[in-house]
């Protein structure tokens, strides 16, 4: 069943713009360490970092609370499963949030599609509960 759908888009130039103009003080504010190095490796690093963004607004969205009720940043981490697909890992209040929304004897997947086509990124996050 799904508990919570979101979605975002992105501008790269905003994102490209916001790292030039404060570098680390907007990395280490918004993304986790993990997400700081995948996005670094890449020579296109803006794509990157825009994908992560959208992906964080749209996972804010599915969990039904945006980017409050102590839900923050760094509580929701795109990694990615062995075969390279996208997922969330959340931590803090995006845990507790989707503790909360989650019913009981079901356990949460989380689908995240993630794409780019400059100058927009865009993310979709979908919340699953499954029976355990």
């Not at 981490?77 to 004897?105: C, F």
Request: proline letters at 5%; aromatic letters at 6%; hydrophobic letters at 40%.
């Amino acid at each position: 069943m799904i508990i919570g759908i979101g979605s975002d888009l992105c501008d790269i130039d905003r994102i490209s713009n916001t790292l030039e103009r404060f570098g680390e003080r907007f990395t280490h504010r918004i993304f986790t360490e993990g997400e700081r190095v995948r996005s670094e490796r890449r020579a296109a690093r803006a794509p990157s970092y825009a994908r992560r963004f959208a992906a964080k607004e749209a996972c804010a969205k599915a969990l039904g609370t945006g980017m409050s009720r102590g839900v923050f940043w760094r509580d929701m981490e795109v990694v990615n499963l062995p075969g390279g697909q996208p997922t969330m890992r959340l931590t803090g209040g995006a845990q507790k949030r989707l503790k909360a929304i989650l019913p009981t004897g079901h356990r949460a997947v989380v689908h995240v599609s993630l794409t780019d086509d400059p100058p927009m990124a865009q993310a979709f996050v979908i919340i699953e509960a499954v029976p355990e």
